[in-house]
C-alpha cells in the first residue's frame, strides 16, 4: 500500500514539473545585453502573479546594467514585462495596445510557424517563427521539451529580412536570440542594443544554468575608451550593407597602427583587417556584427552594424 501511494505521488510530481513550461517559482534570466561588445547584461526576475485584461499573468521585471560612452558611465534601467500562459503557449503583453501575443508554443510540431510580437510595422507583421526539429532534454533532473527553429525576421521598414537558428526550451525561452524585453519584440529581435545570447537561468528546480563562462552579471568596462572618445569620431556607412562598408576615420593620427576586427553576436571574430576607407563584407553571412577599431592594441571606438 505504501509503495503503491509513493508511486502515485511520483507520478503526481512528475506531472507537475512537466506542466510547468514557463516561469516556475524564482524564474531567473540572465542575458547578454549589446550596448557595444559584451559591454551589459539583462536580468529577467519573476515578481508576482497579477491580472490583466481578466487573464492571470506573470510580472517580470526587466533590469539592466549597461556602459555607456555617452556619458562614461554604468547606467541602469528597469522596467516590468508580462506574459501569460494558456494551453502550453506563452503570450507577450504589447505595452501598446495592451493586447497578448504569441511568444513560445509549446504545442508546435516541426512545421509550425507562429508570427512575433509586436506587428508595430508592416515589415513586422513577416517576421515568422519556423519549427524545424523537436525533442526533449533534461536539465538538473528537469525534463524539457525543446524546438530547433529559424527566425525570419526584419528591422523596422528595412526591405530584406535578417535569418537566424536558434533552440527554444521550455522554461528556458531562446538560448541565442533574444525574444522578449520592454519594447516591441519584432523590431528588437534583430536589435541587438535590448538582449542576446542566455547566460544564466535559475528556478526553484534548476539551479544556476550555465551558457556563459563568465559571472551572470559581468559588465565589461572599458578602460581605454575615454580618452579617445573627444578625439576620434567613427562613420561607418551604409547601414545595412550589402557587400561593402566605407569607413571614414577623422582626427587619428596616420602613424598609429590601427586595425578594424569584425566580431558576431557571440563575440567570435569574423573579419579582421587593417583600417581601410572600404571593407568588403560580402563573404558574410546575413545579421548583425559589431565593428571594433583598435588603436595601438586598444579598443577605441565601437559600431554595429548589419549584413543584408
Not at 68 to 87: D, E, R
Not at 103 to 131: D, E, H, M, Q, Y
Not at 248 to 254: K, Q
Request: overall charge positive; glycine content about 4%.
Amino acid at each position: 500500500m505504501k509503495k503503491d501511494l509513493l508511486i502515485v505521488l511520483s507520478l503526481i510530481v512528475l506531472t507537475t514539473i512537466k506542466a510547468q513550461i514557463w516561469c516556475p517559482p524564482g524564474a531567473q534570466w540572465h542575458y547578454t545585453r549589446y550596448y557595444g561588445p559584451y559591454t551589459a547584461y539583462a536580468k529577467h526576475t519573476f515578481v508576482n502573479t497579477v491580472t490583466i485584461n481578466s487573464l492571470t499573468c506573470q510580472e517580470i521585471n526587466y533590469y539592466s546594467q549597461y556602459y555607456s560612452q555617452m556619458n562614461n558611465a554604468v547606467n541602469t534601467y528597469s522596467t516590468n514585462i508580462y506574459t501569460h500562459v494558456n494551453n502550453n503557449i506563452v503570450y507577450l503583453l504589447d505595452p501598446n495596445s495592451n493586447n497578448f501575443d504569441t511568444l513560445f508554443n509549446f504545442n508546435a510540431v516541426i512545421g509550425s510557424k507562429w508570427g512575433l510580437p509586436n506587428k508595430s510595422t508592416v515589415n513586422c507583421s513577416k517576421s515568422r517563427v519556423l519549427v524545424t526539429d523537436t525533442g526533449h532534454n533534461v536539465i538538473q533532473g528537469v525534463n524539457l521539451k525543446w524546438f530547433k527553429v529559424t527566425l525570419t525576421s526584419y528591422v523596422y521598414n528595412w526591405p530584406n529580412p535578417v535569418t537566424a537558428n536558434d533552440t527554444i526550451y521550455e522554461r528556458l525561452g531562446c538560448l541565442t536570440q533574444y525574444f522578449f524585453g520592454s519594447e516591441d519584440v519584432c523590431p528588437t529581435i534583430t536589435d541587438a542594443t535590448k538582449g542576446g545570447p542566455l547566460r544564466c537561468y535559475s528556478d526553484n528546480q534548476i539551479i544556476n544554468y550555465k551558457r556563459y563562462s563568465g559571472l551572470c552579471n559581468d559588465l565589461y568596462i572599458p578602460t581605454t575608451i575615454k580618452e579617445y572618445l573627444t578625439e576620434i569620431k567613427l562613420q561607418v556607412y551604409p547601414i545595412p550593407a550589402n557587400d561593402v562598408l566605407n569607413i571614414d576615420m577623422i582626427e587619428l593620427p596616420s602613424s598609429e597602427k590601427s586595425i578594424i576586427k569584425i566580431k558576431d553576436l557571440l563575440g567570435k571574430t569574423v573579419l579582421e583587417n587593417e583600417l581601410n576607407k572600404q571593407i568588403n563584407i560580402k563573404d558574410l553571412k546575413p545579421g548583425i556584427y559589431f565593428l571594433h577599431f583598435y588603436n595601438q592594441e586598444k579598443l577605441i571606438a565601437m559600431q554595429k552594424i548589419i549584413k543584408q
